[in-house]
């Protein structure tokens, strides 16, 4: 049962952080087409704002559950992103204006940039957690072959 319940801990692990990566590409995708005027800045605002929360709880959540299941360091490594957001939310900094969009489209394009790569960064590292649990899940239930004989 508990090789099951590892497994279908990565894969959650997985399936979140490759959502957060998604709602990352998927705004860099709606900047690009904003400034080849494929998309009004109307649009933009409704759908970059629509994932704003969803990016912060999927996020908070996230960790949260790096911590409940005693990944210490690693989910350490996702406060700073954390308090990134949680300082910009302080300073209602964190919803676009469709009115001042275009001066603030380069800085949060970068932003956005900057998520992805964490993001990615870090399902490389759920990934290598998740290797390195399941090698050792494997060895503690293999019985040594002299016990065998």
Request: charged share 15%; with cysteine; glycine share 2%.
């Amino acid at each position: 049962m508990s090789i099951l319940f590892e497994i279908l801990y990565w894969i959650f692990v997985f399936m979140l952080t490759a959502a957060l990566l998604f709602c990352a590409i998927y705004t860099l995708v709606l900047f690009s087409d904003l400034m080849i005027d494929h998309i009004n800045p109307i649009e933009l605002c409704d759908k970059v704002n629509f994932l704003i929360y969803p990016e912060f709880f999927g996020h908070v959540f996230l960790t949260v559950t790096l911590l409940a299941k005693g990944h210490w360091l690693i989910a350490l490594l996702n406060v700073p992103l954390i308090a990134y957001n949680v300082n910009r939310y302080r300073q209602k900094k964190h919803l676009l204006d469709n009115t001042r969009v275009f001066s603030v489209v380069g800085r949060e394009q970068r932003i956005c940039e900057v998520k992805m790569g964490f993001f990615l960064l870090t399902f490389f590292v759920y990934l290598y957690c998740f290797v390195m649990s399941m090698i050792k899940l494997e060895s503690d239930t293999n019985i040594p072959e002299k016990l065998v004989t």
